[in-house]
């Protein structure tokens, strides 16, 4: 779930719009050295760190840093750091890399197994504020037994081991001894990647440029300019008027460019949903008849068409289609059906008022549905289930909230959340919805709890077997369709507008986190302009 420190950035009274100082809409002279050589894309996000320990581009594609593991277009495995892909024991409890030969920091220090042992142990640390720590809990220690070579030995297998490898890997001569959560390297880092960090301005921009000596190879282009514009109006605007070469945009703000000369519409597929937790400590939320009521009685193809403006799908779980591991049998869920939904609250005694809205033993069937005040699509998915829970007698208050706010609320009242992943399923669900993080922030703010769910889950990460994983995550998304105690309405398509004449463009299905890292442009280093 992204918490952007971005959405702090302001707009300049005397124009509306906050002008990159470094990237003037007019091209550079034809012929000039700076022609073609500088890209400059926006997007909404804005990260809080830049150190993949503190969780910066952990799923690889941060454009600095290099995990000893990357994914290729079709988020496959592929090495990276590592000269081929780490090699997993029998008893799947040791992992074995070897490093790629002549490897530099963007300062020129030569990349060595201490820096892989560093960065893990980094993680690992308790005085270091990293979230990864939970998604490490299997590693008991990371050695290297000569400058090539990395072990890592696990306290149990787990099977996608090697997906945590993408981790990007930090430089030990600099943060060894310091406080990793303060540290100055936090928003000018060195790591291995295809750029370097030149300047960060809060609010406003992060600027790139080419690593020359990387070791995949020199950047086609010269510098990446990442301009941080919260407000979707104003990057679509910018994105008009020529500022930008590539934008994120919303989905029907991006269709407006479809019909204009200039641009193509890129439509990412994505794992990335979104739903309406539900928490069961809530007294009318927690019944389980209104949960699948609202399950349900939502139009999800009403939200795809009217919503997201056609860029999307239904979702039924937090699997998505795309996965090896998705389960057909909650697809077949039938949605917009009003008759299946009031049938359910008349037969668990939640009967019409006067004025429509249901109650049972005094208690009105209705909740408050928190979202980001700054997210538009956000407001239109909970505005959109307002109306459709009207229809079955269910009175639900969407209510725009900063994410302070949120955080003080978020396991009382119910939130349209957004989280997914196309890599792995054990990487979300297992926090998402395991009953040993129940209440704890936003891994599990409903307080879910199933011991068949759980057990699913663990086996999911405990067997090797893909067949026996496919059975697991199956039984994992049937329990969770019994219980719903999420509503889940969407799988997004990530749009983004692109100016005509650039090639290279290779969109991937993406995860729910994408801003700097993990975006259409996790492969600029090889655009080029015709």
Same mark, same amino acid.
């Given at each position: 779930?992204?918490?952007?420190?971005?959405?702090?950035?302001?707009?300049?009274?005397?124009?509306?719009?906050?002008?990159?100082?470094?990237?003037?809409?007019?091209?550079?002279?034809?012929?000039?050295?700076?022609?073609?050589?500088?890209?400059?894309?926006?997007?909404?996000?804005?990260?809080?760190?830049?150190?993949?320990?503190?969780?910066?581009?952990?799923?690889?594609?941060?454009?600095?840093?290099?995990?000893?593991?990357?994914?290729?277009?079709?988020?496959?495995?592929?090495?990276?750091?590592?000269?081929?892909?780490?090699?997993?024991?029998?008893?799947?409890?040791?992992?074995?890399?070897?490093?790629?030969?002549? /490897?530099?920091?963007?300062?020129?220090?030569?990349?060595?197994?201490?820096?892989?042992?560093?960065?893990?142990?980094?993680?690992?640390?308790?005085?270091?504020?990293?979230?990864?720590?939970?998604?490490?809990?299997?590693?008991?220690?990371?050695?290297?037994?000569?400058?090539?070579?990395?072990?890592?030995?696990?306290?149990?297998?787990?099977?996608?081991?090697?997906?945590?490898?993408?981790?990007?890997?930090?430089?030990?001569?600099?943060?060894?001894?310091?406080?990793?959560?303060?540290?100055?390297?936090?928003?000018?880092?060195?790591?291995?990647?295809?750029?370097?960090?030149?300047?960060?301005?809060?609010?406003?921009?992060?600027?790139?440029?080419?690593?020359?000596?990387?070791?995949?190879?020199?950047?086609?282009?010269?510098?990446?300019?990442?301009?941080?514009?919260?407000?979707?109006?104003?990057?679509?605007?910018?994105?008009?008027?020529?500022?930008?070469?590539?934008?994120?945009?919303?989905?029907?703000?991006?269709?407006?460019?479809?019909?204009?000369?200039?641009?193509?519409?890129?439509?990412?597929?994505?794992?990335?949903?979104?739903?309406?937790?539900?928490?069961?400590?809530?007294?009318?939320?927690?019944?389980?008849?209104?949960?699948?009521?609202?399950?349900?009685? /939502?139009?999800?193809?009403?939200?795809?068409?009217?919503?997201?403006?056609?860029?999307?799908?239904?979702?039924?779980?937090?699997?998505?289609?795309?996965?090896?591991?998705?389960?057909?049998?909650?697809?077949?869920?039938?949605?917009?059906?009003?008759?299946?939904?009031?049938?359910?609250?008349?037969?668990?005694?939640?009967?019409?008022?006067?004025?429509?809205?249901?109650?049972?033993?005094?208690?009105?069937?209705?909740?408050?549905?928190?979202?980001?005040?700054?997210?538009?699509?956000?407001?239109?998915?909970?505005?959109?289930?307002?109306?459709?829970?009207?229809?079955?007698?269910?009175?639900?208050?969407?209510?725009?909230?900063?994410?302070?706010?949120?955080?003080?609320?978020?396991?009382?009242?119910?939130?349209?959340?957004?989280?997914?992943?196309?890599?792995?399923?054990?990487?979300?669900?297992?926090?998402?919805?395991?009953?040993?993080?129940?209440?704890?922030?936003?891994?599990?703010?409903?307080?879910?709890?199933?011991?068949?769910?759980?057990?699913?889950?663990?086996?999911?990460?405990?067997?090797?077997?893909?067949?026996?994983?496919?059975?697991?995550?199956?039984?994992?998304?049937?329990?969770?369709?019994?219980?719903?105690?999420?509503?889940?309405?969407?799988?997004?398509?990530?749009?983004?507008?692109?100016?005509?004449?650039?090639?290279?463009?290779?969109?991937?299905?993406?995860?729910?986190?994408?801003?700097?890292?993990?975006?259409?442009?996790?492969?600029?280093?090889?655009?080029?302009?015709?």
């Amino acid at each position: 779930m992204v918490r952007s420190s971005a959405f702090a950035s302001r707009l300049l009274a005397a124009t509306g719009v906050l002008l990159l100082a470094a990237c003037s809409s007019a091209p550079a002279p034809a012929g000039s050295s700076e022609a073609g050589s500088t890209f400059v894309v926006a997007t909404a996000g804005e990260p809080d760190t830049l150190n993949p320990v503190l969780n910066f581009g952990v799923d690889g594609a941060s454009l600095i840093f290099d995990g000893l593991v990357t994914r290729d277009v079709k988020n496959t495995l592929v090495p990276a750091l590592a000269v081929e892909l780490p090699v997993v024991s029998a008893d799947g409890r040791t992992v074995t890399a070897k490093l790629r030969d002549g /490897v530099t920091f963007h300062d020129g220090s030569p990349l060595t197994a201490a820096d892989v042992v560093f960065t893990y142990r980094a993680v690992l640390d308790p005085k270091v504020d990293s979230t990864l720590r939970s998604d490490l809990e299997m590693l008991t220690s990371v050695t290297a037994p000569d400058p090539a070579t990395v072990v890592f030995t696990l306290r149990y297998a787990y099977a996608p081991f090697l997906q945590r490898l993408t981790l990007g890997v930090v430089p030990a001569q600099l943060l060894s001894g310091q406080d990793i959560n303060k540290a100055a390297f936090n928003r000018k880092p060195i790591g291995t990647g295809p750029y370097r960090v030149e300047s960060w301005t809060t609010g406003d921009r992060l600027v790139l440029a080419a690593n020359d000596t990387y070791w995949g190879g020199k950047p086609a282009n010269r510098k990446l300019i990442v301009a941080f514009v919260a407000d979707d109006n104003v990057r679509a605007q910018r994105m008009r008027a020529g500022e930008f070469d590539a934008a994120e945009l919303p989905p029907k703000l991006a269709a407006a460019f479809d019909t204009a000369a200039g641009y193509t519409v890129q439509r990412v597929p994505t794992a990335d949903y979104r739903g309406v937790m539900l928490p069961l400590g809530h007294p009318v939320t927690g019944d389980l008849a209104v949960r699948k009521a609202l399950a349900v009685g /939502v139009d999800r193809s009403a939200m795809v068409t009217g919503v997201l403006a056609g860029a999307g799908e239904p979702a039924y779980g937090p699997i998505p289609p795309t996965s090896e591991y998705a389960d057909p049998s909650p697809a077949g869920k039938p949605s917009a059906d009003t008759a299946t939904a009031t049938a359910l609250l008349d037969a668990a005694g939640w009967a019409p008022g006067a004025d429509g809205i249901r109650a049972r033993a005094g208690q009105q069937a209705a909740f408050t549905l928190m979202y980001p005040a700054g997210d538009s699509l956000r407001k239109e998915l909970a505005l959109a289930v307002t109306a459709d829970a009207r229809k079955i007698g269910i009175k639900v208050s969407p209510e725009g909230l900063t994410w302070d706010a949120i955080d003080t609320r978020i396991t009382k009242d119910a939130l349209l959340m957004g989280f997914g992943t196309p890599y792995d399923p054990d990487f979300v669900s297992y926090k998402l919805f395991g009953s040993q993080f129940a209440g704890q922030g936003y891994f599990n703010p409903g307080s879910y709890r199933s011991p068949v769910a759980d057990k699913a889950l663990q086996d999911g990460r405990d067997q090797a077997d893909p067949a026996k994983r496919r059975a697991a995550y199956a039984t994992f998304q049937q329990q969770l369709a019994a219980d719903a105690p999420w509503v889940f309405l969407t799988y997004l398509q990530h749009t983004y507008v692109v100016k005509d004449g650039i090639t290279g463009v290779s969109p991937r299905v993406e995860a729910h986190e994408h801003d700097v890292a993990n975006s259409l442009w996790w492969n600029i280093n090889t655009w080029t302009r015709q």
